[in-house]
């Protein structure tokens, strides 16, 4: 079970949180203009990195903001998590564990 | 005296309480602070199990969480539990255990016993090379004697009368293990003012120093162990939890505990949960979890008196018992003599020690032949004989490394045999923590190697073995834990004065030779409890099993409820040696969570009944039950389905209920349906984006219906919204959808849309609503708001207004599920009965009715309005709805406008919504049912299915069953008539439109 | 091969079973095949079984990173059926149901296949509705399944909590008597032993590093052991689908979750059936062992760790002593997790991709396991004949661009 940092709460065990998939997907402007398989990328393709994933929660029981987090997928560990239209942080800046 | 071979003095027993306990229908007495295994060995008995496969007998191997043979079946009646190890029951009074898996009588006899003979037939994996002949045989009759064959005890019959509960604790530094490693770092860490958790398994803190004559500070283990346990308990930031077990260790140092509160206890007081689960998160985490003696493997190495060494130790020295009079000592390092010396000092006459090195060292055997025991290295115990209980070891020199015997057997009588090959470090916790493990060719074992979270081992379990080191190495753990955790921490204290043998490695010994191979004689058995043997593992190897996990799948090895404690590591290095491979290069199997068996009761906690979800009910609920209700579950609301009058069913009160709704006037409960409060500048431009249809010309004071899809495109909720005041809106939602639709309208604002100045609040439980509809609703309405215009001339339909309801500031809103005259009024929650009961009062004159769902499904269906999640699958397009007329044409954009424009949503063949009619109006179709043309059920299946029955309902109104239904291209074929798919038969019906009553809408304005 | 029998069992317990061949032999990877199969799982193993069998393509390799069968063929909760609502998905999973009743004898081997039957719950009205749905559906597909009333659920399983005062009290039930439980490991070694007879090379402990390929045509895989060129490349990694994509270039509509389950202590026999509950969110059956073996959902967030968090398992703990009151005092004995890939309509991806000769077979989320004997058919039909089996062919990955979806999300209304 994790423990994950809300931007505007602080840290907090994980059934506090809704998950949301990949972050920074921004619904494009004009839907209109794509053609079937650039939509099809919009709705259904995702990154799914083994790794480090930024990607999408929300303090579901808390303060009810989706904010972005950068998390390991094999090691579990969240190394940032920042506001929604916020930048991830550069990954210079990042302490990672060991794995 | 509690039982023969109980000595007369000594222990940790308590002798002045004596207890009562039925062992298989026997009554026998013990001590408190007895085990049950303790006690039943100070009575004599050894015989305590059969072997799974084989049906061998069984005695005791441990005398704690390793064991792996003594499984027992506690309690009787709804209390029963099944496959608790005898070595960790405590013994109370009353206590009634027996063998699991046995015949009524026990273990001593054994109708089954005879597979013993068939065991040649039955290597590894037996099973999967035959009764794959034939399906119907293998399941009628192979399947159901395996089956039955299998499985330890028996499962209560009853619900479990006791309860449960979670426990949420956060603390700087957790010490998993009370031992002198966990006391010694608990007391240092607990210095710097840090919360500390110790915790441990046993009732009593000191772990080993409870089994063996060790001395501390000039104290005996124990009394050193109270003595530290006393003053943490004097530190206010200190817990200490005896009887708890940490058997797992997650993500982000959060490990979970089971604490037993009440087995311990004769009589358990009715207020206090049985046991407790508790989530400990941890700032630091200190492992000091010991090490598990593991056996040897040797030749029939399985009887009954055939224990580990350190267990027949502590049978001794913490419990006074002596197990065996005619003793052997079969090991192959220096710390199982002390067993050997402990059993001659209890007065077992005859104590051979049988150590498999060739040489040791001259003080140990001076010591032992000092104290009349007779010492012969070099050799093994390469045999057994015995039945229920051994009576013989065969004893024969063998080469230097073991892996030869090299001179003829001597057949040594005994009643116990002793063994030890060495420990493995408890290294479970550790390794769920994702640590890697190393291996340590001095000791022969893994210890931990690579941590990843924030946690140090200590001691054992660290592979440190002498108690010096480890209380040394402990103290600076707790320390260094606290310092981690943001606390001012000084050098440790000086360390106890410590009276202790020397720690001293091994000499690995694996796989005990004999003058047969494993496999041709007798039984090589490294994991007791599935009855795997050595040859089980070269048969592995030879059929081409190499890696680690697969022998274990194929043998079993590891699978048992001791989940291999001492049988992995011997399972490995037999493997490694078979593969010719170093063993960390075979590699371990995964420790899996839970360290030991943890209950299910403690992990439901008490989130079971209303507290499995929690249970929403209405302001006017009471008034429903008055009513006498039947209540339907719509998400966590319970909702009235129907309300039968005594003598009536479901479809009695339907139609009822229908009828006078039609006729006269009804009532309904609507407060469950969601409720969100939309306010800010661009209220209706969100509005606009999450709804197909357009918002912006919507007046204050009107109400509009909306279809909300997803990005897909398809359909997920619906519902009416009105705008309250230039910049405010009240959106409805379905019941069951309300949270949803919360998350979704939340997620698209913060996330896409943040530039939008709009605010949303749900208030689903701020009003209470309550719907009063037919053609005298009108005439009950202007009775409870006497003081407003109602009639729709002055309020029409589609709009909403603020007026007095029986007194209470209201809203009412002119909108109609039913078809007929309605209104709903919304008054504050908190006077949703006070509401109702004037409506109902108002309404006497014209036979109020309340109605439940069921009514108003029917009444909807009628008028062809669709329910999202009934006529809605999450695969229907408004198009597929009919409803092309609430997609608009104009907006560029809306939540799954694009994807409606996909190929597959063009195709003319999708499935669209119809109405049905059967032929025969006395039909009413199930719900479900799928549609064909007509003749296709005379073809074999697959048959081709044209659609299905979305609703359905028998019509008081139109007197007739109708239904509505999802039919491919079915708005093209209004009229034609095709089959409804009965399990009976072929029911003919005709495509209708979904409108069945009042099409006009005449009906809504009364 | 040496054919198992009973008589070849006693015959070689006279040697004392020191003769048995190997169940598959360990070779080297050789320089080209005709067809390589990355991941040695179930799926991976069966499609190199039918392109021998069925197809007579025997120049073939599996490749496996670890150990064969040891991801989800090692860690599912064995469940299987062919109930599903949709006439595609009924086809696949019931032809796929069809090769497990036959399974034994062809493989030789006994995979342990044990149809008690599959009850999945209804809790409310909507799931009564759903459930009947399924149920005529299913029928009018020719398979085996039907409604059952409340009264009739209680026959079937005796030991349920069928209390109307329950949180959601069981409504009715369809039930599936062709359904059941299998022997996971043996299904993966009887199909390499099975594929190794027949000529395949079955290479563990290789993990495939990159796919290479001329154009937009592959011509073989990198792996720790080497570079191995095939004509064609069939990718069957649950799990790691997205990683192969990603080597390949392109990207796929999955990702990757925690699925956990658990075992009980053995005890003797009292669950005689498959019990799932979507609405509650727990399945159950007991094994030959006497293992109750309990599944539920996926964690929610994406992972390749083989493991999620501990109140995932508590809830569905809840949900089964909610169900069965009677197995409160039971323990939890052994709890594990696997990875899923998850689709975005909870149906899988079988076929082609963008680069020729190379196929997927992936996103079967956390239904795999009953799909492997029909999973490795119709793959490896497709990858011997690079045309989609006509029962894969709606699973196609074009469907996530024409909006064409298997959509059993709603429909299943239960995780598997």
Wanted: with cysteine; charged share 20%; proline share 6%.
């Amino acid at each position: 079970m994790h423990i994950i940092q809300c931007p505007y709460c602080g840290p907090r065990e994980e059934v506090e949180f809704t998950y949301g998939g990949q972050a920074h997907i921004a619904r494009p402007e004009n839907p209109e203009a794509l053609d079937d398989a650039q939509w099809a990328d919009v709705l259904f393709m995702r990154d799914n990195p083994k790794g480090i994933f930024a990607e999408r929660w929300m303090h579901a029981a808390g303060c009810r903001r989706w904010f972005n987090a950068l998390r390991h997928t094999v090691s579990h560990q969240i190394l940032a998590t920042y506001r929604m239209g916020e930048a991830p942080p550069a990954p210079d800046t990042l302490e990672e564990a060991s794995r | 005296m509690t039982g023969p071979d109980r000595l007369r003095d000594g222990g940790l027993i308590d002798r002045t309480k004596p207890v009562t306990f039925t062992w298989n229908g026997r009554v026998l007495g013990g001590y408190e602070g007895d085990t049950l295994a303790s006690a039943l060995l100070a009575n004599g008995v050894h015989l305590v199990a059969r072997s799974f496969k084989y049906r061998r007998p069984r005695g005791i191997l441990g005398h704690g969480t390793e064991e792996p043979n003594a499984m027992v079946q506690t309690g009787d009646g709804n209390r029963t539990e099944p496959n608790p190890k005898a070595t960790v029951v405590p013994l109370v009074e009353g206590l009634r255990a027996k063998s699991v898996n046995t015949a009524k009588g026990g273990p001593e006899s054994d109708p089954r016993a005879g597979m013993g003979m068939l065991s040649r037939f039955m290597p590894a994996g037996f099973y999967y090379k035959m009764f794959h002949g034939s399906q119907t045989m293998w399941q009628r009759v192979w399947e159901p004697i395996i089956r039955q064959a299998a499985g330890w005890g028996t499962c209560p019959t009853e619900p479990d009368p006791d309860t449960y509960d979670h426990m949420n604790l956060h603390c700087d530094v957790l010490v998993v293990g009370g031992g002198p490693a966990g006391i010694a770092a608990a007391r240092e860490a607990a210095k710097s003012g840090a919360r500390v958790v110790l915790a441990d398994e046993q009732e009593r803190f000191g772990g080993r120093l409870l089994d063996r004559p060790r001395n501390l500070d000039g104290l005996p283990g124990h009394g050193w162990a109270d003595r530290e346990v006393a003053a943490l308990a004097e530190e206010a930031e200190v817990t200490l939890l005896p009887r708890t077990t940490v058997f797992g260790y997650y993500d982000h140092n959060l490990l979970c505990a089971l604490e037993r509160r009440t087995d311990h206890l004769a009589e358990a007081p009715s207020h206090v949960t049985r046991q407790r689960l508790w989530h400990i998160r941890a700032r630091r985490v200190v492992l000091a979890t010991g090490a598990h003696e593991r056996p040897l493997v040797f030749a029939d190495n399985d009887r009954p008196g055939i224990m580990l060494a350190s267990a027949v130790a502590a049978y001794v020295h913490r419990w006074a018992v002596l197990p065996g009079r005619e003793a052997v000592v079969f090991t192959n390092n220096d710390g199982a003599w002390e067993a050997a010396h402990l059993l001659k000092k209890a007065g077992a006459p005859a104590v051979t020690i049988i150590d498999s090195r060739p040489k040791v060292s001259d003080a140990l055997k001076r010591d032992a032949e000092q104290a009349g025991i007779t010492v012969k290295t070099g050799h093994a115990v390469t045999g057994t004989r015995g039945g229920k209980r051994v009576t013989a070891a065969l004893v024969q020199p063998v080469n230097a490394d073991g892996t030869r015997v090299n001179g003829p057997a001597q057949t040594l009588a005994c009643d116990l045999i002793a063994t030890s090959g060495g420990w493995s470090p408890v290294v479970h916790l550790f390794s769920q923590s994702r640590g890697t493990l190393t291996y340590d060719d001095t000791w022969a074992c893994f210890r931990p190697g690579v941590a990843v979270q924030p946690q140090a081992s200590v001691g054992a379990c660290n592979g440190t073995f002498g108690l010096a080191e480890t209380l040394a190495e402990a103290a600076e753990a707790g320390v260094e834990a606290a310092r981690a955790a943001g606390f001012e921490t000084a050098a440790p204290a000086p360390a106890p004065s410590v009276e202790a043998p020397e720690a001293t490695p091994p000499v690995p010994l694996w796989l005990v030779p004999a003058d047969t191979a494993p496999g041709r004689g007798g039984k090589w058995f490294v994991d007791f409890q599935n009855d795997t043997t050595a040859a089980d593992i070269l048969l592995a190897v030879r059929e081409g099993f190499e890696s680690v996990e697969h022998v274990k799948r194929y043998t079993l090895a590891g699978f048992g409820t001791d989940q291999g404690k001492t049988a992995n590591i011997n399972a490995l290095a037999i493997l490694a040696g078979t593969l010719g491979r170093p063993i960390p290069e075979v590699g371990t199997t995964t420790f899996r969570a839970p360290y030991t068996p943890v209950t299910f009761g403690a992990m439901a906690g008490r989130n079971l009944g209303d507290r499995l979800e929690p249970q929403r009910l209405t302001n006017i609920h009471d008034r429903h039950v008055a009513l006498r209700a039947a209540f339907e579950d719509v998400g966590q609301w319970k909702r009235p389905w129907y309300y039968p009058k005594a003598g009536e069913d479901m479809h009695a009160a339907v139609a009822r209920e229908c009828k006078a709704t039609r006729d006269s006037v009804g009532v309904l409960d609507a407060s469950t349906l969601g409720k969100i409060d939309i306010q800010g500048p661009d209220a209706a431009e969100f509005l606009n984006r999450v709804y197909t249809n357009a918002w912006t010309k919507l007046a204050v004071g009107r109400v509009r219906y909306g279809i909300m899809c997803g990005e897909d495109g398809m359909v997920f909720d619906d519902g009416t919204t009105a705008r309250i005041d230039e910049n405010r809106y009240l959106m409805t939602t379905t019941t069951g959808g309300a949270a949803h639709v919360m998350d979704h309208l939340e997620e698209y604002l913060q996330t896409e849309w943040p530039d939008l100045r709009v605010r949303l609040t749900s208030v689903t439980e701020q009003w209470a609503t309550v719907a009063v509809a037919g053609p005298k609703a009108l005439e009950v309405v202007k009775r409870v708001c006497p003081d407003d215009a109602m009639a729709p001339a002055d309020f029409p339909f589609l709009s909403w207004k603020t007026a007095t309801a029986a007194g209470i500031p209201a809203r009412i809103f002119r909108i109609s599920f039913t078809g007929e005259l309605q209104y709903e009024i919304n008054v504050p929650w908190h006077h949703g009965a006070d509401l109702w009961d004037a409506v109902m009062e108002a309404g006497k004159d014209f036979d109020i009715t309340p109605y439940g769902t069921e009514t108003m499904h029917v009444l909807r269906a009628e008028k062809g309005f669709i329910i999202t999640g009934q006529e809605t699958d999450g695969t229907q397009t408004p198009f597929d709805l009919g409803m092309d007329w609430i997609v608009s044409k104009k907006k560029p954009d809306f939540i799954g406008r694009r994807s409606l424009f996909r190929p597959d949503m063009q195709r003319p063949d999708r499935k669209q919504l119809v109405g049905l009619k059967p032929e025969d109006p006395k039909v009413v179709l199930p719900e479900g049912t799928q549609i064909v043309e007509p003749g296709a059920l005379n073809r074999p299946p697959p048959v081709p299915m044209l659609g299905f029955v979305t609703s359905s309902y028998h019509s008081p109104a139109l007197e007739s069953g109708f239904a509505l239904a999802l039919i491919a291209g079915g708005r093209d074929r209004l009229g034609e008539t095709v089959e409804a798919a009965l399990p009976s038969g072929p029911v003919t019906v005709r495509l209708h439109d979904p409108v069945f009553y009042d099409a006009e809408g005449a009906r809504r304005d009364g | 091969m040496t054919r198992y029998s009973i008589w070849s069992l006693a015959r070689n317990a006279l040697t004392w079973h020191e003769n048995w061949p190997r169940y598959w032999r360990s070779p080297d990877p050789r320089p080209e095949y005709d067809v390589v199969v990355v991941g040695g799982g179930g799926h991976g193993l069966a499609t190199a079984y039918y392109l021998a069998k069925e197809h007579g393509i025997t120049n073939v390799a599996v490749v496996e990173k670890g150990w064969l069968g040891g991801g989800n063929t090692a860690r599912n909760t064995t469940i299987v059926r062919s109930n599903y609502l949709f006439d595609e998905s009924a086809a696949l999973y019931e032809l796929s149901l069809k090769l497990w009743e036959g399974l034994s004898r062809d493989l030789n081997l006994n995979v342990m296949l044990s149809q008690r039957g599959v009850l999945n719950l209804a809790h409310t009205l909507g799931d009564v509705r759903a459930g009947r749905r399924r149920a005529e559906a299913n029928r009018l597909n020719g398979i085996d399944s039907h409604w059952l009333e409340p009264d009739e659920v209680a026959k079937v399983c005796p030991i349920l909590n069928m209390s109307r005062s329950l949180r959601y009290p069981v409504l009715g039930s369809t039930w599936q008597p062709r359904g059941g439980v299998a022997r996971h490991d043996a299904v993966a070694w009887g199909y390499a032993r099975a594929a190794d007879a027949r000529g395949v090379d079955i290479i563990q402990n290789c993990e495939v590093t990159g796919i290479n390929r001329n154009g937009d045509r592959v011509t073989g895989v990198e792996t720790t052991r080497g570079t191995i060129r095939a004509k064609k490349v069939a990718v069957v990694t649950a799990g790691h689908s997205s990683v192969l994509a990603e080597m390949a270039g392109f990207r796929m509509p999955i990702s990757s979750h925690p699925l956990q389950a658990l075992v009980s202590e053995p005890i003797k026999p009292v669950l005689d059936c498959v019990v799932m509950s979507g609405a509650i969110h727990v399945y159950v059956s007991q094994s030959d062992k006497g293992e109750l073996v309990i599944g539920a959902g996926i964690d929610s967030y994406n992972s390749y760790a083989q493991r999620g968090s501990f109140h995932v398992i508590e809830g569905q703990t809840a949900a089964l002593v909610e169900l069965f009151p009677m197995f409160s005092r039971l323990k939890m004995m052994r709890s594990w997790g696997g990875i899923v890939d998850t689709c975005p309509d909870a149906s899988p991806i079988i076929g082609k991709t963008p680069v020729k000769g190379l196929y997927f077979n992936c996103g079967w989320g956390t239904g795999g396991f009953k799909a492997t004997p029909g999973s490795g058919y119709v793959f490896a039909a497709t990858v011997a004949n690079d045309e989609p089996h006509p029962v894969a062919a709606p699973f196609a990955l074009d469907r996530f661009t024409t909006g064409a979806l298997v959509d059993e999300h709603g429909a299943a209304g239960v995780a598997h």
